[in-house]
């Protein structure tokens, strides 16, 4: 039975997870957090710097190890920004605390996958409500839906 207080795309969401654990039992260990990944995740990483060195008009921070790159034409990055290595390539607004605690999710992402990282993210698809790396990052710090307060 559906529990009426769970969102409605809760259930799509629990099955892209389950898809997604399926998916990397069928990757070979070895190029999951391991020395190979960390290559994919500095080539993904040298990728977001040239690109937000390039285009970026704004400032650009750190914060708990990941870059961000502030004022990009919204042409350079999809949605409201795009984590590349250790990179957040952004518009000109100040990205929240849980936007930023999403983004060091993605980059933790991409150390554990590196090059795997943008194919895995393409299959999973472009609908954040069904992507796991997504919903792995928190749907809710990433804007993709309201914030729910449970009493």
Not at 67 to 78: E, H, I, K, Q, T
Not at 81 to 87: A, H, K, L, M, P
């Amino acid at each position: 039975m559906t529990d009426p207080h769970e969102p409605h795309w809760k259930h799509d969401a629990d099955q892209a997870l389950i898809k997604g654990r399926r998916i990397d039992h069928l990757i070979p260990p070895f190029l999951l957090d391991s020395p190979i990944s960390r290559v994919g995740y500095w080539w993904g990483t040298a990728v977001g710097m040239t690109w937000g060195f390039i285009w970026s008009r704004g400032k650009i921070t750190e914060s708990e190890g990941l870059w961000v790159f502030r004022g990009l034409p919204s042409w350079a990055f999809p949605r409201g920004g795009v984590c590349v290595g250790r990179c957040f390539l952004t518009g000109p607004r100040v990205p929240s605390a849980a936007v930023l605690k999403h983004e060091r999710v993605h980059m933790r992402q991409w150390r554990r996958y590196g090059f795997l990282m943008p194919l895995l993210y393409t299959i999973a698809g472009r609908n954040a409500l069904t992507n796991r790396f997504e919903i792995e990052a928190g749907l809710e710090d990433g804007n993709y839906v309201p914030r729910h307060h449970r009493a």
